[in-house]
């Protein structure tokens, strides 16, 4: 007998205190780091794409890593990486916490096509703005002592 699933996630993590430390000029190469990080965990990335203090994901966690697993390793991983790079000389790491969100199939793309436009997105709406926005449509209340810290 053969099992099947389909688990997608809307994955957010920031710098620490959301501060603006990713440079345009460089955030592909962070993006593709942590792209190898997640093929690396058997698992699938459909779309990544950011701003200066935050990242977006979709991925497809293969069901051997927990999700805190999961994005502890890429959070740990990519920091050590863009440390060493030399090209982010003021990113101190990232957040403690994180925002994973369950996303079905029929929103994919709908997901998608919202990480793609973050650069757009943000030109009317900062990085907290938005974090709100998100955690109320999933119906999470925010705890004012831990938010963006």
């Given at each position: 007998?053969?099992?099947?699933?389909?688990?997608f996630?809307?994955?957010?993590?920031?710098?620490?205190?959301?501060e603006?430390?990713i440079?345009?000029l460089h955030?592909?190469?962070?993006?593709?780091y942590?792209?190898?990080?997640?093929?690396?965990?058997?698992s699938?990335l459909?779309?990544i794409n950011g701003?200066?203090?935050?990242?977006?994901?979709?991925?497809d966690?293969?069901p051997?890593?927990?999700?805190?697993?999961?994005?502890?390793?890429?959070?740990?991983?990519?920091s050590?990486?863009?440390?060493?790079?030399g090209?982010?000389?003021?990113f101190?790491?990232?957040?403690?916490?994180?925002?994973?969100?369950?996303?079905?199939?029929?929103?994919?793309d709908?997901?998608?096509?919202?990480?793609k436009?973050?650069?757009e997105?943000?030109?009317?709406?900062?990085f907290?703005?938005?974090?709100?926005?998100?955690l109320?449509?999933?119906g999470?209340?925010?705890?004012?002592?831990f938010?963006?810290?």
């Amino acid at each position: 007998m053969s099992s099947y699933r389909q688990l997608f996630y809307h994955l957010v993590f920031h710098t620490k205190g959301a501060e603006k430390t990713i440079n345009d000029l460089h955030c592909k190469e962070v993006y593709n780091y942590i792209w190898g990080i997640v093929k690396n965990k058997n698992s699938k990335l459909f779309q990544i794409n950011g701003v200066e203090d935050h990242i977006h994901m979709l991925v497809d966690i293969h069901p051997t890593f927990s999700v805190s697993d999961f994005v502890r390793d890429v959070k740990s991983f990519s920091s050590g990486w863009i440390k060493q790079s030399g090209h982010f000389p003021i990113f101190k790491g990232w957040a403690e916490g994180y925002g994973i969100f369950a996303v079905s199939y029929k929103e994919k793309d709908m997901i998608i096509g919202y990480i793609k436009k973050q650069k757009e997105h943000h030109r009317n709406m900062t990085f907290e703005e938005e974090y709100r926005k998100l955690l109320s449509e999933q119906g999470i209340i925010i705890d004012e002592k831990f938010f963006l810290k």
